[in-house]
DNA sequence: TATATAGTAAAACGATCGTTACAAAACTAG
DNA sequence: CTAGTTTTGTAACGATCGTTTTACTATATA
């Protein structure tokens, strides 16, 4: 054994994880990198051996981080439509109170849709990936909140591409327009109300 | 007078643009914009200034071009929704059959809104008139196919979003899941169906 | 045809990019 | 305390970035 290493990885993920998240994997610069996370570029290439790895690394945590806290709620065991309208309401809430100058805007993967997505393959994997469970997390909250019988296999996929479409279009605006993102989200939970009425909230 | 200009900027700037489109404003180099266009970079700063100035030149052509025709369908004076579902058949097709290798996919001023419009003001302000636009082209359609009196502002506002909703993120999936683009574009055409039972398609 | 003007080609600019090499510093294990 | 191993700071790397400069060519005008 020799020295030991003196940064915790994960709070240096996590700083990387925002600067990209804030602006974009190219426009991160090694410099940028070195300022928010205090680290040299030394350090960062002996733990993470090389930006696109620390880039990676970012994209794991925010699934972990960000992403997976935020779909939980959807697989909550309710019965009603109350777990959809918990996970818009909290995403509402979420935008609508972090701080003018958050660098946390949108959603990371959103951005890399429309950016590396295009043309990295391993990227678009990963950004599909999480089209999948989000949409798997509604279709799941969705069940639950129906009587089960009477809702035909097509109106429920219709459903889950609504959700999902004003889920991702929200975190795509928010980078532009912070209210009319607050209103997609809003216009999200309207639309499950009205699909169930007798719902709690 | 002097000796002149031999190329065409039209064709210069919708070249670039696709590029833009294709690869995004910073992953575009300018070793790329000479091969795409045709020209030196003499050429192209002596008749756009920047890369900036071209880029601009190629979203103003990307609006007239590629927007503004699109959302015409749904100015035209229809009085059922008709329009809505040619609006969003049109662009099922057109997602439907590019070529696999096409570099059009998905929308410019959507990747736009993920990448430089975090940070560039007058590309925000660019991305929000296109959502304005396109916002006020699917009311006016929806308002043409409602029977005026019975829908409310707050229900007509609902729709508009969730249309556009599902118009941006189709334009956002389809550089990830060209299929899944189409699906939410067939949604978006199936919930206008849903909305006016009597429309003729 | 002479001249002025404007378009084009080529090269070099300084800056910044991600990456690597090297050596000093720090600390564990024996 | 020493030996051995790992982390870190510094500097330089070659490549590429957008931009500018310089010189040359072509052509409209007079």
Redesign the pocket.
Known sequence: ???????DNGVVVQAARDLFWDKGY?A?????LEAATG?????L???F????GLFDAAVTDYLETVIRPRLAVLRAGTTDASALLDYFGSLAVATATQAPDSVQTGCLLVNCAAGLAAHDDPTRAVVEGYRIELSAALRHALLAASDAEHSADAVLEERVRTLASLSMSAMLIARVNRTEAIALLNTASNQVRAWFPGSSR
């Open positions: 054994m020799g020295r030991l290493q003196t940064f190219e991160a610069s090694l410099a940028d680290l040299g570029r030394s350090s290439y002996h733990a051996g090389s930006k696109r």
